[in-house]
């Protein structure tokens, strides 16, 4: 089975700090994603990216960025973090063939 | 743009109840279709997908989805629910050749035993 390993499932950071969230997946996938949950507002797509150094904005990429030197990893950036971030945070990978998603367990950060 | 629509936020039913969540698309080309669950504590899972062929889809758990796409529509259904079922379910939608799903925005499911 594909894995997709979120490294913290929780996280406590204060405003104005500088987050990473780190996603590694153990299937060689092209595709990862970085979505955020929110209640009532279901997934949005933050950024993704089809290969190595390759990325695209999804609908709400303001406030984040990311990288993706390696093909099995995939970070999420939040360069100065705000209480509005505060949200439950999944990464997925995709292999292109075969178009479903696996999903991490999820960080669920806090900004205080 | 892709959009997907999900008709109810949350759903309470009892068990051995017969379930239908809504779900519609808007998009007018060739898609692939999904529904996930997530189960309380759990993280996302896929129930079943849609992408050629028989426009009815089986899935895990007894879960079955109808693609109509006369109706842009992809609605799941389940003949009789268990309390196990208590979750949050969400309908998504790819387009074809596209790299990107687009989620719904989840309808939660309780089940009262």
């Known amino acids: 089975d594909v894995k997709v390993t979120q490294s913290s499932r929780y996280l406590v950071k204060r405003t104005g700090e500088k987050v990473f969230l780190e996603c590694v997946q153990d299937?060689?996938?092209?595709?990862m994603f970085w979505y955020r949950q929110d209640p009532g507002l279901g997934l949005r797509l933050i950024y993704f990216?089809?290969?190595?150094?390759?990325?695209e904005k999804g609908d709400i990429p303001e406030g984040y960025s990311v990288s993706r030197e390696k093909k099995e990893r995939f970070s999420l950036i939040l360069e100065s973090a705000s209480t509005n971030q505060t949200s439950m945070y999944l990464c997925?990978?995709?292999?292109?063939?075969?178009?479903?998603?696996?999903f991490g367990s999820g960080t669920r950060l806090t900004v205080v | 743009a892709q959009s997907v629509s999900q008709h109810n936020h949350h759903v309470i039913l009892s068990e051995a109840a017969s379930l239908e969540l809504g779900c519609n698309y808007s998009?007018?080309?060739?898609?692939?279709l999904f529904w996930y669950v997530q189960y309380p504590g759990q993280h996302l899972q896929l129930l079943l997908k849609?992408?050629?062929?028989?426009?009815l889809v089986k899935g895990i758990k007894g879960f079955e989805a109808e693609f109509i796409k006369s109706k842009f529509s992809f609605n799941l259904r389940k003949p009789s629910v268990q309390w196990s079922d208590t979750a949050e379910y969400f309908c998504?939608?790819?387009?074809?050749?596209?790299?990107?799903?687009?989620f719904g925005k989840g309808t939660r499911l309780h089940i009262l035993p």
């Open positions: 997925a990978s995709r292999d292109r063939s075969n178009y479903g998603y696996t």
């Open positions: 299937m060689d996938h092209e595709n």
């Open positions: 990216s089809y290969d190595v150094k390759m990325k």
């Open positions: 998009y007018g080309g060739t898609v692939n």
């Open positions: 849609y992408f050629s062929g028989d426009p």
């Open positions: 998504a939608v790819n387009a074809d050749r596209d790299d990107k799903i687009i």
